[in-house]
């Protein structure tokens, strides 16, 4: 037979203390960051804002020639934006806001970058207006997708990647004037950038709109009276 004398109960008692704590330090931290997880959805569904005020902010200070501030707001913008979509991929908290507001404030930085730099004539004209034209041509879709019962089409691999490229031209442009003795070295990259973003952005323009074309083809095709 087995003695048990007041050790082997106090050790006993301990331990369950201790597995009874553990489990409700862990059950606490996964409510927190639960709630933490639900405050940071809240903020993308009110990402629009964040939009409205980094977005004037980045632009004036490019117009007032602050650049390295500027450049300071741009790197902090992008870093939380990273971080943003992490924990939208990681808890599965992507929303179709989010979606949406996404793509559209890389387009707004990538605007108010080409508003500043052209401002400044550290980029030719040319160059803001290729970009834009694109995102022109793109506009006059967007009407006709939604007459049609249609939303905002995925976003492609091929947008992806010139939005990619376009946002590491950019700063990269920008960086060369905040520290320009280092310019040799990095205005070889921000222009390799700047012509493959420009490509593969008028390449992916004409997928969208050749996207658009076949759905509404398919949707003639269902329905010979439209």
Known sequence: ??????????????SIIIEQVQLD??????????????VWLTCRDQGLLRI?????????????????V???????????????GFIARKFNQITSLGKVLDPSADRLFILATLIGLTVN???????????VARDLLLLIGYPISASHGYG??????LG????????????????AEVWPTAEAVILPLAWGFAYWGIGLYWVAGFVYLAQLRQLISLERRSSPNI
């Open 121 to 131: 004539e550290i980029i030719p004209a040319w160059l803001a207006i290729v970009i």
């Open 152 to 157: 905002p089409l995925p976003v492609h691999f």
């Open 52 to 68: 409205g005020s980094r977005v004037p902010v980045f632009l004036w200070l490019l117009i007032a020639d602050q650049f390295l």
């Open 70 to 84: 500027a450049f300071l707001v741009l790197m902090f913008a992008s870093f939380t934006d990273w971080l943003d």
């Open 25 to 38: 330090v862990v059950t606490n931290v996964n409510v927190q960051w639960e709630k933490v997880s639900q």
């Open 1 to 14: 037979m087995f003695s048990i004398n007041n050790r082997t109960i106090v050790v006993f008692s301990t």
């Open 160 to 175: 992806k990647a010139a939005t990619f490229a376009l946002l590491y031209a950019l700063p990269l442009l920008l960086l």
